[in-house]
């Protein structure tokens, strides 16, 4: 296990890097065709990092104070 002291800006610069990260691999996701068979290991792969990416976000921002569910009501107001 790492441990890296941030500051204020660059906590909030390594959170909207991983915001970032998660709208790509959700527009990856949504762009995927089955074509042939590798085509569902790179969806596998595609749906393995954004989920690791997903949690990954969630306990940084549990980091900050943030409860389970603020967070789950902040992504509520973003989907809708």
Known sequence: M????????????SAMGMALLLTFMQE????HKNHKDYSMDKL???????ATTGDL???YQMTTGLT???ISQY???QEG
């Open 68 to 70: 389970r569910e603020e």
């Open 44 to 50: 596998f792969a595609l749906m393995e990092m954004y």
């Open 57 to 59: 976000w969630v306990r």
């Open 75 to 77: 992504i509520s107001e």
């Open 28 to 31: 990856q996701l949504n762009k």
């Open 2 to 13: 790492a441990q890296i002291e941030l500051t204020e800006k660059e906590a909030e610069l």
